[in-house]
């Protein structure tokens, strides 16, 4: 047993634990060593916290704790690496449910309203419902699901929780509590639905937030140290990146959570043909280049042509001494850092993975760039034209390479609905079919 100034003690060693993982994980170098250190510094807190607990049901605690670390670790191991935003969705939604039976718990232990609870409990509600539907989502099993008054109803929730919070602040009742998690679990999947694909990313960064700040809540209601300050990292943390993110793409929270994006008509592009390569015709440009760039998209994460790519690559350099680099633009794929995350997985070299605007300038001495699964983050328009839903996003200028291979199954626009007028430029060459199997074919050509 050791004492509450020993355990503040080790709960400061763990907070800064997880500062320093945070820091470890901003570069893929140091990665590794963040992870470890977050792991460290979270077993710390939990082994602190046990030695205090004035409980005789230390059994049903440890092996709770044990089970959970089992299924964490067997799913960790098991998790493929075109799955992650899937995992990354759901233990979103299991932090935020944690806070949720945490908060019950504590309103029933005190049989009296709590601020504290009752805010973890709401925030936490909202994360686990919205993760969820975020998770079915990225697994397929949903489909964007925006109704014509889908703004109206989550007003209208967002209006009824507020007066059923009320209505349990001033009375204590729990049926007023059930009522309140009822509406902010329904809130979640009112927010969640109707965001497309494309926004994921944003989504997840949200809802990890979200979890952050519930777990917080939850620990002044404790008064557990730990618990606060690791929260208020992970809030702010996901709040940032949620920032950032959504600057990246021109738009604001509010307009990925309640605006709908509209279709653009591509005016001026129906009556233009692209034109159409072959993987042996990107092979033979390729190998006779001096600078290429990769840009991949979703589309190489749904088509697991990550490890196909870096072979490409390999050879280009290795046979041909090619110069190649890869270009990631902030908001490619469903999660942050999707696409270096897949990179890393093909150990593609972390000093040929480069963001927007490190790459940009190099894409005009670029003999070829070779698009992957990428659409709006490429699109000219959003430079050009002040109707298109992309104007003003920063994008990937692969338009200045001599050469551009887009790799997609068609010409059809993107999650922004618009056209992409690159797709017909006279420098442009489609490679119509499956990333995976086209990369490939270009592999064996070379």
């Known amino acids: 047993m050791i004492n509450f100034e020993g355990l503040y003690v080790i709960y400061l060693i763990a907070s800064i634990c997880f500062i320093m993982a945070i820091r470890g994980l901003s570069t893929p170098q140091t990665a590794r060593m963040g992870n470890n250190l977050g792991m460290f510094g979270m077993g710390l807190a939990i ?8 409980t005789k049901n230390d059994f049903g605690i440890l092996s709770s704790c044990f089970l959970a670390a089992v299924a964490g670790a067997f799913m960790g191991n098991k998790v493929k690496m075109t799955a992650l935003p899937q995992m990354i969705a759901l233990l979103n939604g299991v932090g935020g449910l944690s806070s949720v039976l945490v908060g019950i718990a504590q309103i029933l232990h005190e049989n009296m309203y709590s601020f504290d609870a009752t805010l973890g409990m709401v925030i936490g509600s909202v994360a686990f419902s919205g993760s969820m539907i975020a998770f079915f989502k990225l697994q397929g099993r949903l489909k964007k699901g925006r109704f014509i008054f889908s703004n109206v ?37 009112g927010l969640t639905l109707p965001v497309g694909g494309a926004d994921m990313p944003v989504v997840i960064s949200v809802l990890n937030a979200f979890s952050g700040f ?13 618990l606060i300050i690791t929260g208020a990292i992970v809030g702010a943390s996901g709040t940032i990146l949620a920032v950032v993110m959504t600057k990246a793409m021109n738009r604001s929270l509010i307009e990925v959570f309640f605006k709908t994006l509209k279709e653009s008509e591509g005016k001026g592009l129906e009556d233009k043909t692209a034109h159409v390569g072959s993987p042996r015709d990107a092979a033979f440009l390729m190998e006779n280049a001096s600078k290429v ?48 995350v897949l990179l890393a997985e093909a150990k593609v070299d972390y000093d040929k993975v480069f963001g927007l605007e490190e790459i940009n300038p190099d894409f005009e001495t670029a003999d070829v760039a070779y698009v992957i699964g990428a659409n709006d983050i490429t699109n000219p328009l959003a430079k050009t034209d002040a ?38 430029a006279d420098n442009t060459l489609m490679l119509y079919g499956d990333a995976k199997k086209v990369t490939e074919e270009v592999v064996a050509d070379l």
């Open 214 to 226: 519930a777990a917080s809540a939850i620990g002044f209601c404790l008064s557990n140290v730990a």
């Open 293 to 340: 760039i990769i840009v991949p998209g979703y589309g190489m994460a749904a088509a697991g042509a990550q490890h196909a790519l870096k072979n490409m690559a390999s050879i280009l350099e290795n046979k041909y001494h090619v110069e190649v680099k890869f270009a990631i633009h902030p908001v490619a794929g469903r999660m942050p850092g999707h696409m270096n």
């Open 47 to 54: 082994l602190a916290t046990l030695l205090v607990l004035p």
């Open 387 to 424: 109707s298109s839903p992309l104007f003003g996003m920063p994008i990937l200028e692969v338009s200045k390479a001599k050469t551009v291979f887009f790799v997609k199954r068609s010409l059809g626009a993107g999650y922004s609905g618009a056209q992409n007028p690159l797709f017909f």
């Open 153 to 189: 109803f989550n007003f209208a929730l967002c209006g009824a929780a507020i007066f059923a919070w009320a209505e349990f602040a001033l009375y204590g009742h729990i049926s007023g509590m059930c009522f309140l998690l009822l509406l902010t679990f329904v809130l979640g999947v």
